[in-house]
């Protein structure tokens, strides 16, 4: 069965401060999907990033970038000169694609989620 | 466009009443997921379906769950005999289908069992 871990519950940094959001996944699948979520604190999940299990290129968004790493099977999530803007939680969640029950569009497994804080 | 819209933002009920929790998917969304959200955790997968019908079951937690989509847009998410325990964010998603789509998320509905 999936599984997704994010062994920090709490960071706290000050702005201006990079800081790496960690996520290591579980699957017996060959073919998956990673994706990292922002739940600020007005609730609504805000999708950020969408990876599969065969494109390992790294990813850059403005402030925000990924590291995929299958042999250590992470996808981790780094915040460049962060912002109290960015101050949220952040979950990371796993899709495997070859579940004949589902269909290929499979419901996700979200990890318990970082609460980032960035103090000004 | 609108995006997916939850109703009741809140619910107040008491044990053992039953309860539906509506879900408005984006126009043209042919997946729609439903997801329960625990204080302090990460949104835990209930049932999905492609269309009218229910693709995928497996995290509903017991037989008072149940939910439904009759005309593959609106989905109602049904609690019998409600409990405690389901004191939770129920959030829905919706998404064009197919492998490894990004789901989009509504804003949930806060139900809460006294």
């Known amino acids: 069965a999936q599984k997704v871990t994010q062994a920090q519950t709490e960071i706290s940094v000050v702005e201006k401060e990079d800081v790496t959001l960690d996520c290591v996944y579980e699957t017996r699948d060959t073919t998956y999907y990673l994706f990292w979520y922002k739940q600020p604190p007005s609730g609504e999940l805000v999708f950020l990033i969408r990876r599969n299990s065969f494109d390992e290129q790294n990813e850059i968004s403005g402030r925000y970038s990924w590291n995929f790493q299958k042999s250590t099977s992470s996808f981790n999530f780094t915040i460049t000169a962060s912002q109290v803007v960015d101050s949220a939680v952040y979950f990371c969640a796993l899709s495997e694609a070859n579940n004949p029950v589902g269909g290929g569009a499979d419901g996700l497994t979200f990890g318990k989620g970082t609460h980032l804080i960035i103090q000004p | 466009g609108a995006g997916v819209s939850q109703t009741p933002s809140n619910k107040v009920t008491e044990k053992g009443k039953y309860v539906e929790l509506r879900c408005d998917p984006i126009s043209g969304h042919t997946a729609l997921y439903w997801y329960r959200q625990s204080l302090g955790q990460g949104p835990e997968f209930l049932i999905y379906?492609?269309?009218?019908?229910?693709?995928?079951d497996s995290g509903l937690p017991n037989d008072r769950f149940f939910a439904v989509r009759p005309e593959g847009s609106v989905s109602t998410l049904k609690i019998q005999r409600t409990e405690r325990g389901d004191s939770a964010v129920y959030l829905c998603?919706?998404?064009?289908?197919?492998?490894?789509?990004?789901?989009?998320f509504g804003p949930g509905t806060r139900l809460t069992v006294l």
């Open positions: 379906f492609q269309g009218t019908g229910a693709a995928d």
């Open positions: 998603a919706s998404s064009l289908g197919g492998r490894g789509g990004e789901q989009f």
